[in-house]
């Protein structure tokens, strides 16, 4: 059975805060990802860094709304959970310049991206980040207006009320804007899909009956339980 997708609670049934698009993904775009890679980055199959984005997809079955539950596969003991801020495309974007990157941004709001435990990131992590549900978001579209800079986002993670991780966009990679540039020039973001920046290391886990609450400054708190399957 598939979980309820609770995205009608998300305040984004006006132009053009509807997410009717992808939401994609950036792996290790936080200094604090790639360094938990130390000097493997290095080594086969990686060999370097990566020079251009890292991206993966979270299909449509894995989207789910504040207050959802997050259903634990038979097959895991325990999920990771990560906040990524979530810049919502506005209009085409294609071949974008830094310098006017957040004219095509229509607003941000929390992504909770659910994962199966997993280390390699040198193949599509499908299997492990697209199950059912695997990808709340909310609590709303916060307009990019009420947002002036989404460079120094600072956010929490708590697990049952205690805080288990704390994050900051300060600490990307690449800025929204930079990594805006570089995925459009080669791939054509549209109206309604979401930018999710990047998520810190070690991603925090989670078991079978507890409560996860992401907070970000600005765009309120992103809750939901965990529950078996």
């Not at 038979?74 to 919502?88: I, P």
């Not at 506005?90 to 659910?114: P, Q």
């Not at 205690?162 to 990307?172: G, K, N, P, Y």
């Not at 990594?179 to 109206?191: G, H, N, Q, S, W």
Request: some cysteine.
């Amino acid at each position: 059975m598939l979980p309820s997708t609770g995205l009608s609670s998300i305040a984004i049934d006006v132009s053009p805060f509807r997410l009717t698009g992808t939401v994609y993904g950036a792996l290790l775009n936080q200094r604090s990802a790639l360094a938990v890679l130390g000097d493997s980055v290095n080594r086969l199959p990686y060999k370097a860094p990566p020079r251009w984005p890292v991206l993966y997809l979270k299909p449509r079955n894995t989207l789910a709304g504040p207050g959802d539950p997050v259903v634990i596969p038979q097959d895991c003991a325990e999920l990771e959970v990560a906040a990524c801020l979530g810049a919502v495309i506005g209009r085409t974007a294609c071949r974008v310049r830094a310098a006017d990157a957040l004219d095509f941004i229509a607003g941000y709001l929390i992504v909770n991206d659910v994962s199966v435990p997993h280390e390699n990131y040198y193949r599509p992590a499908v299997r492990e980040k697209a199950r059912d549900g695997f990808c709340p978001m909310g609590p709303r579209v916060t307009p990019r207006e009420e947002i002036p800079d989404p460079g120094c986002i600072d956010s929490r993670t708590f697990i049952d009320g205690e805080l288990v991780q704390s994050a900051s966009t300060r600490d990307l990679v690449r800025p929204l804007e930079q990594l805006l540039a570089e995925i459009t020039d080669f791939m054509t973001l549209l109206a309604g899909d979401v930018l999710c920046l990047g998520a810190a290391a070690p991603a925090p886990r989670v078991r079978c009956a507890q409560t996860v609450t992401i907070e970000m400054a600005g765009l309120g708190r992103l809750t939901n339980r965990f529950i078996a399957q």
